[in-house]
């Protein structure tokens, strides 16, 4: 069946698109409102990543955020979110001062 030289199967893919990209922006919008921190969103096999990329170590307030998200988000996707932990080579230029002043959840397996 054909609507306006348009396919059906075209037509789907253009609706799911839309409403994609309208997800993305309501799910940047609410981290830009809640946490203020820059993420990258990307979508890949029926799954959502969230890449936090200038916050080390985890957010604050990340049960509210899963919470929050969850309840935005289509039930049929996943959320995966990936968080960026100071390296060893990170490490190696900073000072003991600087160290003993870093929170645990700043360095990869530490925790609050």
Do not use: C, Q
């Amino acid at each position: 069946m054909t609507t306006l030289g348009l396919s059906a199967p075209s037509i789907g893919l253009s609706l799911i698109n839309s409403h994609l990209a309208a997800l993305f922006k309501i799910l940047l919008s609410t981290l830009k409102m809640h946490w203020m921190v820059p993420v990258e969103v990307s979508f890949s096999n029926s799954t959502i990543h969230i890449k936090f990329t200038s916050v080390l170590g985890t957010p604050n307030n990340l049960d509210d955020l899963y919470t929050t998200l969850d309840g935005v988000k289509p039930s049929h996707l996943k959320l995966i979110y990936a968080f960026a932990y100071l390296l060893i080579k990170d490490i190696r230029i900073m000072t003991l001062a600087e160290i003993e002043n870093t929170i645990l959840d700043k360095f990869a397996g530490g925790s609050a």
